[in-house]
């Protein structure tokens, strides 16, 4: 099972954060603010972990996402499971 922190950090990676619509504005800066604080969360990470010579951690781990992102997100892995999966793909 994947967890929520690894779903949104995902979502911000790739830049889908950036293409969701909703009416919410108070959403929106969530999700703004959640990204801003993920990607100094990274930078600081990947900083240390080459200062020490070792792989990045999980840097999101600690951080909470909107719940807007990962449930999205969810909700499409499953339906293009559920599609892939009538069409025979695998």
Same mark, same amino acid.
């Given at each position: 099972?994947?967890?929520?922190? $690894?779903?949104?950090? &995902? ?6 954060? #950036? ?6 504005? @108070?959403? %929106?800066?969530?999700?703004? $603010?959640?990204?801003? &604080? ?6 600081? #990470? ?6 020490? @010579?070792? %792989? ?9 996402p ?9 909700t ?8 892939s ?6």
């Amino acid at each position: 099972m994947v967890s929520n922190q $690894a779903l949104g950090a &995902i979502c911000v990676e790739v830049g889908l954060h #950036e293409h969701l619509m909703f009416e919410s504005f @108070d959403l %929106a800066n969530k999700i703004r $603010a959640y990204s801003e &604080i993920l990607k100094q969360k990274r930078d600081a #990470e990947y900083k240390l972990a080459k200062e020490e @010579d070792r %792989a990045p951690g999980q840097y999101w781990i600690e951080t909470t996402p909107p719940k807007a992102r990962p449930d999205k997100l969810r909700t499409s892995s499953r339906r293009m499971t559920f599609v892939s999966g009538a069409l025979g793909c695998r």
